[in-house]
């Protein structure tokens, strides 16, 4: 008798980082077989009891979706909000490294630009409801000397490797140009438009630009939001 041999099926897919303003420190980490992750992101951020939307943080098309997800899950199950769930408290940085170690393609900023148009279809307001939520929090601009990063200071992206010089307490210095860091952000990334970027750079601390800025300038809880 003979017996076949059984094939190890594996899917192609795009795994993905979501973020929400609304449940800072939690992630969701998720994966699709599609080729675009904004009907999950619309879909997530229509649930009741999500009173804003979803970000993309990173996502990554790759050759085998299912064991790529299934190693992040292993690797921050210590982290895992809710067995039942895929939310992780864990800052977004950590899941970007380790996701963009896998061989893939980075879909991030396609994919972040696509979610916010598939959400504001079914609700126009919902990144009004956003931005005016941030001004709320009323939070100072960005600062390096007040975060205790010196000048002469540099800083590395945490998926290229390039690194950029602290030059003055609000600009830093990427391929001899003087530029904020948010235009760092997207001359490094490739995207045609600006993101939030102090979760891509880190200190020499190892601590990203986003954890020494949520240290220095805490959220105010008296605060009328």
Do not use: C
């Not at 909000?81 to 800052?91: G, L, Q, W, Y």
């Amino acid at each position: 008798m003979m017996y076949e041999t059984p094939i190890s099926l594996t899917i192609e897919g795009i795994v993905y980082v979501l973020t929400n303003e609304a449940m800072p420190g939690i992630v969701k980490i998720g994966r699709t077989s599609g080729d675009t992750v904004e009907r999950r992101v619309a879909e997530l951020s229509r649930a009741t009891g999500v009173p804003l939307p979803f970000r993309v943080a990173v996502a990554r098309r790759v050759h085998d979706a299912v064991k790529v997800e299934k190693a992040l899950h292993i690797a921050f199950g210590r982290e895992r909000v809710n067995p039942a769930r895929e939310f992780f408290s864990v800052e977004p940085f950590r899941l970007i490294e380790l996701l963009n170690a896998f061989p893939g393609t980075d879909l991030t900023p396609e994919a972040e630009a696509a979610a916010e148009r598939e959400v504001k279809k079914d609700e126009p307001r919902a990144y009004e409801a956003e931005r005016s939520f941030e001004q709320k929090k009323r939070r100072p601009p960005l600062n390096f000397e007040e975060m205790g990063l010196a000048i002469g200071s540099e800083l590395i992206h945490v998926e290229t490797g390039d690194v950029i010089e602290i030059v003055e307490a609000k600009k830093v210095r990427l391929r001899d140009e003087v530029v904020s860091l948010t235009r760092a952000q997207q001359i490094v990334s490739g995207a045609p438009y600006a993101v939030q970027p102090g979760r891509y750079w880190k200190a020499a601390d190892g601590r990203t630009i986003s954890e020494h800025y949520e240290a220095t300038y805490p959220h105010d809880d008296d605060a009328d939001v």
